[in-house]
């Protein structure tokens, strides 16, 4: 069978309607469970840097569990297992916005609903490491230095802890969530319709399975590589508040290209440090 290369080309440039809602399912579902999974590994982090056992020890246990199945595995638990069990279904329902005098409402579908949670819950348990690492890696000096000057421990991690640590964590962080974005293809086994499920439902279809998953391919490098653009002006904005040198270039990142700025920029002295928590 030939490659066809109209029909590639046809797909790569103007997708259909149900491929863009895919596309679009895929990054909506991306955002909110880093954004949620973002809040919970800072939970377990500071769980596992607690005075008190019983949280040290429920933190340990779930990130241990979390870290050692499988994703696929946890994603078939939340959703099948769950209402197979008679533990917990998830229900479709309507999301109403109501904008100016025009209420809209948003169907959430209990696939998506699923998909967030077991997105949020893998991938917590790997921000908490990144958070601890990230905390430990600044002097307990500093912490030391803030409480003999009357800060609270709360109020030393949030105003000389935490801005000090998120440099060493937004290189991993940004890793974790260009994982999940690949991540999210395998939610077409429960029926989520993201670019994936969409994509194998055009290939059934048509018959084009080697053009279509070219493609879907070329469109999942093309959300990573916009996000490590995003990474990349994030660090670079983090560099210059601390007063260090820039992060390397895009060019170098992508495709190991020195720009003039990256052959001139002088080492970070906690370059080694961001790869030791990478």
């Known amino acids: 069978m030939k490659f066809d290369w109209d029909y590639f080309w046809q797909s790569l440039f103007t997708p259909s309607e149900s491929f863009l809602n895919g596309l679009a399912l895929t990054v909506v579902i991306s955002v909110i469970a880093m954004a949620l999974a973002l809040i919970l590994g800072l939970l377990i982090a500071l769980m596992g840097r607690s005075r008190f056992v019983p949280l040290r020890i429920l933190a340990s246990l779930y990130i241990w569990i979390i870290r050692g199945t499988p994703l696929l595995v946890q994603l078939v638990i939340i959703y099948t297992g769950f209402a ?17 005098e025009v209420t809209v409402g948003i169907l959430i579908k209990g696939a998506v609903q699923a998909a967030i949670v077991a997105l949020m819950l893998n991938e917590s348990a790997y921000i908490s490491e990144i958070v601890r690492g990230g905390l430990e890696s600044i002097e307990k000096g500093q912490t030391e230095a803030a409480l003999s000057l009357g800060m609270t421990p709360l109020g030393a991690m949030r105003w000389i802890i935490v801005p000090q640590a998120i440099r060493v964590m937004v290189p991993p962080l940004g890793n974790s969530f260009n994982g999940l974005m690949k991540s999210t293809s395998i939610l077409s086994i429960i029926g989520v319709a993201e670019m994936f499920q969409v994509s194998s439902s055009m ?9 279509i998953y070219i493609v879907v391919a070329l469109y999942y490098l093309l959300l990573t590589t916009v996000w490590t653009v995003i990474q990349t002006q994030i660090e670079n904005w983090l560099n210059a508040k601390a007063g260090l040198p820039k992060a390397e ?24 440090l961001e790869g030791v928590a990478a």
Do not use: C, M, Q
Request: glycine share 4%; aromatic share 16%; proline share 4%.
């Open 249 to 272: 270039s895009v060019w170098k990142r992508l495709f190991g290209f020195r720009s003039k700025r990256d052959r001139l920029a002088p080492k970070s002295p906690i370059a080694d």
């Open 84 to 100: 197979a069990a008679n533990l917990f279904r998830f229900e479709d329902f309507t999301l109403g916005l109501r904008l100016e």
């Open 203 to 211: 290939s059934a279809a048509t018959f084009k399975v080697f053009e």
